[in-house]
């Protein structure tokens, strides 16, 4: 055994693992319970390098956790509908099915090649009708507690192939169709909601859950929370219309000189004089064409239509002109607003566009005697603390927040409004007019109307004999044997529901599903089922650990906070939160220091990789590159530092231990050694803990070249085979091949990673510190405390990750770092 070959080892216990099932879910061991759980995949065919990123570190998280005598559980499937599917389907005449079952077998393996402790046994597949039909359970259930409902909302609409179109169909700022280019548009349909709002305010609350501060406020500000007045403005002349205006600073509505409705408010069309109509409409119209997005971004010249009608502010009986313009939205609030431009910029510089009037009413208690002239401003006043009103009749003088009180006060008398709170957060649209997803399980009956399809007859199954057309129509509403149907409350002719569920439903609760896949397979459903086995569902739940990317932060990220709630509601839980905590990693990009793509020629393809260096040297190098959680930039070069190292590790173990004999070894070499070794443990578990898996290696790689400077002699003795043996076991997580080779060369038949993990001596670890200037670009950023002795790359690694530092790295790129030893480092950003 004098040659490392990883290939060879890898494929061995790879085959070896999954034949005496090493890392099956073992329920109801006597030890804690740890459900470790990463983002599934979708199966587009091939495993890319960024799944390597996400998976690898949270799979030496898992073995790690289960090295420290936790119970580890950690499953994995696939998130398996959508629209590439579908995609593929049109392309190659198949269907998506064939296509996406033959991709899964693909990525199984890979999965598998990457080393991983997946509990393969737990495995689902959100296309399979055993576990779909538990997606329509689960509708079924929320429209029986209120939180599933059917309303008219706009979708992107292709007019040319008669479809409907997700996000990523819309191609660019002219927003075409991808199929055919035609001019997309937005239209109203009929479609299914998830009342996601009624827990708006629970999930400001993350009070008990331990969650990256960016994804708290990311979700915060999604969901929009704003404490202020909504009121009623009736049109002048026309009494009997009015609509009504949320403002979270009541205190100017004194300076209101015109209001604002979305185009597609319904009044537009009542209220519109004859000599504007034809603007207005194509205002509209163009509007119709936009995202929500685009109309709502930050730097766009805010543009409108002034309806020819007035409206009456009821605070001082003023009539201010109607407009209408796409910044506001009629899916937000309540598609209408009071326009102060004088204390709002966006409408200020409408004001300044239209030369509307500008009335300052909210001024600085320090100015008091000085009150601007309003269309002599070049910026809004936006201000609210240490504010009195003026030019606001009895109010004026009145401070903030007394303002703001006194003014809904007066509202709240005249009875034209009162104090509301107000989220910007919308009920999660689910229909998808598409085949290749979750069937939602209502039927149409024109004696009945919408009927719920009964659960012991689900799953409604997706019929494997649909035909795709170019345009992209969903086959559903043309497949007879799917459509037509006996109505389940009168028995007469009916159609079933031909809209499929956004597959975010899928993944809302798959981590309760891994607890027992399919459950119930083959049996009939009733109301009073759970998806999963109860018993096994109290031992596992909730996840202890949950690792995904940040870019899932308000959409999956808050559904699944969303079902958890729910489910609980339901009585199918006892908690309420679904993760303890969470851990977003950061993005792998091209050596270019680009996002991966094929177009730029930058993409890293794993599998060439793990037949060149093997899996172990593609994991431990992933975890190298730099802090996790923000990510780094792919170098073919710097792998071949990893390898040694790799090769080192093995040399440490089979060389020296085949090459020595036994001698005399000097005392305070071993107790130098020790020292060593208990100053490693305890920064490597210290780093896995916090999931530092750079600073970790590099720890290791400076305790290898301590074990490199040792005397040949000192290989026969006790305190380098512990030495030894911890090394071995401190790789265990990174590097699982190679680990579990060296652990049964010595000790046969037990595998490393059912070991328990080396606790350190706190005496013997504590550390022998320098101090380090750390610049960046020649300016004292900070001053860092390492351990001496450290390598260059070590060193460097500490000092990317100086709190002081780290601000000014932010959107920067390393060009060059300079390591004076024991001294300073320089970080060279540009």
Known sequence: MSSYNPIEIQTKWQNKWKQNGLYAAKPFEAKPKFYMLTMLPYPSGDLHIGHWYAMAPSDAIARYKRMQGYNVFFPMGFDAFGLPAENAAIKHNIHPKEWTYSNMDRMRDQLRSMGTMFAWKQEIASCDPDYYKWNQWFFLKLHEHGLAYREFAPV???????????????????RLCERCQTPVIKKDLNQWKLKITKYSEELL????????????????????????????????????????????????????????????????????????????????????????????????????????????????QEKIPIWIADYVMASYGTGAIMAVPAHDQRDFDFARKYDLPIKVVIIP????????????????????????????????????????????????EQGVGERKINYRLHDWLISRQRMWGTPIPFIHCAACGLVPVPYEDLPVELPDDAEFKPTGESPLKYHQKFLKTACPQCGGNAERETDTMDTFFCSSWYYYAYISPYWKKGEKLSANDIPWDKKLGDYWLPVDQYTGGIEHATMHLLYFRFFTKAMADMGLLPFREPANRLFNQGMILGEDREKMSKSRGNVVNPDDLVQKYGTDAVRAYLMFLGPWDSGASWNFKGIE??????????????????????????????????????????KVTNDYEQ???????????????????????????????????????????????????????????????VQQWPVFDEGLAKEDLVTLVVQVNGKVRDR?????????????????????????????TVRKLIVVPNKLVNIVVG
């Open 156 to 174: 992107d609409f292709c007019t040319q192939c008669n479809t409907t179109l997700a996000k990523e169909q819309v191609w660019g700022e002219l």
């Open 205 to 316: 609350d993350f009070s008990g859950i331990q969650w990256p501060e960016r994804v708290k406020a990311m979700q915060t500000q999604w969901i929009g929370k704003s404490e202020g007045a909504e009121f009623a403005m009736s049109v002048a002349g026309k009494n009997d219309l009015t609509f009504r205006v949320f403002t979270t600073r009541p205190d100017t509505v004194f300076g209101m000189t015109f209001c604002v409705l979305a185009p597609e408010h319904p009044l537009v069309g009542q209220i519109t004089i004859e000599e504007q109509k034809s603007a207005v409409e194509a205002y509209k119209e163009a509007a119709a064409r936009k995202s929500e997005i685009e109309r709502v971004a930050e730097g766009q010249e805010k543009d409108g239509v002034f309806t020819g009608a007035y409206a009456v502010n009821p605070v001082n």
């Open 365 to 412: 208690e320090s100015s008091k005697e000085k009150i601007p002239v309003g269309n002599q401003l070049t910026e809004a006043l936006i201000r609210k603390e240490d504010t009195v009103m003026v030019n606001s009749a009895e109010f004026d003088g009145t401070s903030w927040p007394e303002s703001f009180n006194k003014v809904i006060a007066l509202m709240k």
């Open 641 to 682: 530092g990893i390898v040694r190292f790799l090769k080192d590790a093995w040399s440490l173990v089979i060389t020296n231990e085949a090459s020595e004999q036994p001698a005399e070894v000097l005392e305070d070499q071993i107790n130098a050694l020790r020292k060593t070794l208990h100053q490693t443990l305890k």
């Open 691 to 753: 999931f530092k898996f750079n600073t970790a290696i590099a720890a290791l790689m400076s305790f290898r070249n301590t074990l490199k400077s040792m005397p040949k002699t000192m290989s026969s003795s006790p305190a380098w085979k512990e030495a030894t043996d911890d090394l071995i076991l401190m790789l265990a997580p990174i590097a699982p091949h190679l680990a579990e080779e060296l652990w049964q060369h010595r000790y046969a038949g037990s595998s490393v990673h």
């Open 784 to 812: 860092i405390e390492v351990p001496t002795g450290l390598e260059n790359s070590a060193i460097e690694q500490h000092a990317l990750q100086s709190p002081k530092a780290q601000p000014y790295l932010v959107d920067q």
